[in-house]
């Protein structure tokens, strides 16, 4: 088989890298940090604490198994993770409390309970969700959107024929205000699941009501010693199949020749190589890369997805009201995503997420203390003042957390540290500081999404949360599946 290069050592670049060696291919991945992970970083603070830096919801864990399965491996001697149960902690404006249970009856019998919607309609709604997404990941998320074969499909046109049976026309928020009429902290909860790839429930399609099946009908995960242990046992198993891992060493130029990847430049030497995968987000992958070839600007100008403002605060106290998964409803939900979306701005009021791996991996904070992770989400970087808006949107984050726990949290920092949208785009290479790549704001997204292969040059192929099917760590994975399809395809 012929060498691969993958640039980028995201969790996207790693399960490509591992899929092609199982299959038998030299690869040697490009990293230009100091160590492996992108977005799926780890680090720690002062004081005994450990934090994921960028994601901490996990689903679809199969996707991980898969790959261990593929190389012959028991994923359980690798990769161990737990099913959440309860998924998640609410906390409404109002000042209603919600907890999320994996089982679904019970869900509803809680939500009925609550915020008084009829149990029956919330099954009936996610059992829809469920139905929804198996009649479509297998066309939309596991396959190249981009070749004929895919597209004019019976079964390509069998999913997009089913999208209006199953309620999908309209915005989310239209799906969810049909479904859930006047329980507005309802469809709050379920809208929220549009920041799930960056987008804006007021804008984005009615097919995303299907992610909650994801939490709800499959479950959300959590693995043992946090989510970087993703990263980490498939790094195991990609350098038990030979992949290389160069760090510290940035891919400056794709060089190619007659409409052919030939090989590479990065600062400390030029290697030869047919195939090239870009793990790097797709459109610094084209300007800085790829300078002197024509890029495809309709689609490197989609809309951005969201980015995120996070706070990784060390407190010194437990808090026994909370879990895993947190969240701090803002009362004005449509204010805050115009403020993202249309004024790219930070709202006045804000959704908190509080993620704390400490209540599963007691390790990952002193004893009685917890690691917050503290995340709200903000527009992508366009020159806005991060400063400033750090500085308020901290302070809104404290007077809602005190608001709703009755405790004044400042004083129980005991060590910090923030990550803005201009932070992400330095450490990770991703335009903007955008988490998921583009935005999921219009129906034809999907579609507009880059490609996981260059129309224009033979041997360049793209996998990440840039380009099809999208962003977050399952799609992610599935990018890498496609790729390697594509590539053994040949
Ligand atoms: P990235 O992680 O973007 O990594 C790309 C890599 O390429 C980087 O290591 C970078 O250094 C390297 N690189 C760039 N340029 C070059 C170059 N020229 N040469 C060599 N290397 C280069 N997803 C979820 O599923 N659940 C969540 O809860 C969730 N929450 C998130 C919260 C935050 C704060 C963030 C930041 C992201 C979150 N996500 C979540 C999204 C998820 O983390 C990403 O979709 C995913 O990790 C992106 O992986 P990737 O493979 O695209 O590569």
């Known amino acids: 088989q012929q060498p691969v290069a993958v640039i980028?050592?995201?969790?996207?670049?790693?399960?490509?890298?591992?899929?092609?060696?199982?299959?038998?291919?030299?690869?040697?991945?490009?990293?230009?940090?100091?160590?492996?992970?992108?977005?799926?970083?780890?680090?720690?603070?002062?004081?005994?604490?450990?934090?994921d830096a960028g994601p901490s919801l996990f689903?679809?864990?199969?996707?991980?198994?898969?790959?261990?399965?593929?190389?012959?491996?028991?994923?359980?001697?690798?990769?161990?993770?737990?099913?959440?149960?309860?998924?998640?902690?609410?906390?409404?404006?109002?000042?209603?409390?919600?907890?999320?249970?994996?089982?679904?009856?019970?869900?509803?019998t809680e939500v009925e309970a609550k915020l008084g919607t009829p149990a029956a309609e919330v099954t009936r709604f996610l059992s829809r969700a469920g139905k929804a997404y198996d009649a479509t990941a297998g066309t939309f998320l596991h396959k190249s959107l981009h070749k004929a074969g895919t597209y004019f499909s019976p079964e390509t046109l069998k999913a997009v024929a089913a999208l209006p049976q199953l309620g999908l026309l309209g915005t989310m928020h239209q799906r969810h205000e049909t479904a859930f009429g006047q329980d507005a902290r309802l469809v709050q909860l379920f809208d929220r699941y549009a920041t799930y790839n960056g987008s804006d429930p007021y804008q984005a399609p009615a097919t995303l009501s299907m992610i909650p099946h994801l939490e709800h009908g499959i479950g959300a995960f959590y693995p043992e010693g946090g989510i970087y242990a993703i990263a980490e046992s498939l790094v195991k198993l990609a350098t038990e199949f030979g992949v290389k891992f160069r760090y510290n060493e940035a891919v400056e130029e794709i060089i190619t020749a007659d409409k052919q990847v030939t090989g590479l430049r990065t600062a400390l030497d030029v290697y030869d190589f047919g195939r090239v995968v870009s793990n790097m987000d797709v459109v610094p992958t084209y300007r800085r890369l790829l300078p002197h070839q024509p890029a495809p600007e309709r689609t490197l100008a989609q809309p951005r997805s969201s980015s995120a403002l996070i706070f990784y605060w060390g407190i010194a106290r437990a808090f026994p009201e909370l879990d895993v998964h947190n969240i701090f409803f803002s009362a004005d939900y449509q204010a805050e995503f115009k403020a993202i979306f249309e004024e790219k701005t930070v709202a006045d009021d804000v959704t908190v997420y509080v993620n704390i791996t400490s209540k599963k991996t007691p390790a990952d904070a002193p004893p009685g203390h917890e690691n917050w992770f503290v995340m709200v989400n903000v527009p992508h970087d366009q020159g806005q003042d991060w400063d400033a808006l750090t500085q308020k949107t901290r302070a809104t984050v404290l007077r809602k957390?005190?608001?709703?726990?009755?405790?004044?949290?400042?004083?129980?920092?005991?060590?910090?540290?923030?990550?803005?949208?201009?932070?992400?785009?330095?450490?990770?290479?991703?335009?903007?500081?955008?988490?998921?790549?583009?935005?999921?704001?219009?129906?034809?997204?999907a579609f507009l999404r880059h490609p996981n292969f260059s129309g224009r040059l033979d041997g360049l192929y793209f996998c990440g949360g840039s380009v099809h099917p999208g962003g977050g760590i399952p799609l992610c994975l599935l990018s890498a599946k496609i790729v390697s399809s594509l590539i053994n395809e040949g």
């Open 8 to 51: 980028g050592a995201g969790i996207a670049g790693i399960a490509t890298a591992a899929r092609l060696a199982v299959a038998g291919y030299p690869v040697t991945v490009f990293e230009a940090g100091p160590t492996f992970g992108g977005k799926m970083q780890q680090f720690a603070l002062p004081g005994g604490y450990r934090f």
């Open 59 to 108: 689903t679809l864990p199969q996707l991980v198994d898969d790959i261990f399965r593929l190389a012959g491996r028991r994923p359980e001697d690798y990769f161990r993770y737990e099913r959440l149960d309860p998924i998640t902690h609410y906390f409404f404006a109002d000042g209603a409390r919600l907890t999320a249970w994996a089982d679904a009856g019970k869900f509803a």
């Open 401 to 445: 957390l005190r608001q709703a726990l009755g405790t004044d949290i400042e004083p129980l920092i005991a060590a910090e540290k923030t990550w803005t949208p201009p932070g992400i785009a330095a450490d990770t290479s991703s335009f903007g500081g955008a988490l998921y790549g583009s935005s999921s704001n219009n129906p034809l997204a």
